[in-house]
């Protein structure tokens, strides 16, 4: 890399630790090409990115942002997998590193929060925003439906005693 290029490499990874949810720090020693690049594309369809970052650049990038405290990270062969949403990029660097234990999770930061490989196992295992709003969603709309049964009930208990009454008058 060029000087130039250099700069460039790490404003880009400036900016990403400072505008990510979350970022997860893996090696990668002894994945293939090709199982690499499927790992790139699960990420990407989940809406994450992940980059070989070269150790003393990205040590570079994270002077000044929140995620400072995971510059020990960065030994090795390390890849950085990030996402805006918190829950992402954990839940795929974990879903794809039980099928390749060449992945090995080193730990990563969410916000300001270092976290340890066990921090980002446990974020993994939380449900996902659009799982969350689906649920409080449903969480709402269930006690409406409740409320309208209520409601409409005594309406059309009253209506019948009516109708009895009726009968009762018509028939005396």
Do not use: C, W
């Amino acid at each position: 890399m060029e000087r130039a290029e250099k700069r460039e490499f790490v404003t880009e990874l400036n900016e990403v630790f400072k505008a990510s949810g979350s970022v997860v720090v893996a090696h990668y020693a002894g994945v293939t090409v090709a199982q690499m690049n499927d790992f790139r594309s699960k990420m990407r369809a989940a809406g994450g990115t992940v980059k070989v970052a070269k150790n003393r650049l990205a040590k570079i990038a994270l002077q000044g942002t929140h995620a400072e405290t995971m510059t020990d990270l960065f030994k090795g062969q390390t890849l950085i997998a990030y996402a805006a949403d918190p829950i992402t990029a954990p839940k795929v660097v974990m879903d794809y590193a039980k099928t390749n234990d060449k992945l090995v999770i080193l730990g990563g930061s969410m916000g300001s929060t270092a976290l340890d490989a066990n921090g980002v196992k446990s974020l993994a295992t939380l449900p996902s925003l659009d799982e969350l709003r689906a649920k409080l969603l449903g969480m709402i709309q269930t006690p409406a439906t409740r409320i309208a049964g209520v409601v409409q009930a005594p309406a059309s208990q009253l209506a019948r005693v009516f109708a009895a009454y009726a009968k009762k008058d018509e028939a005396a």
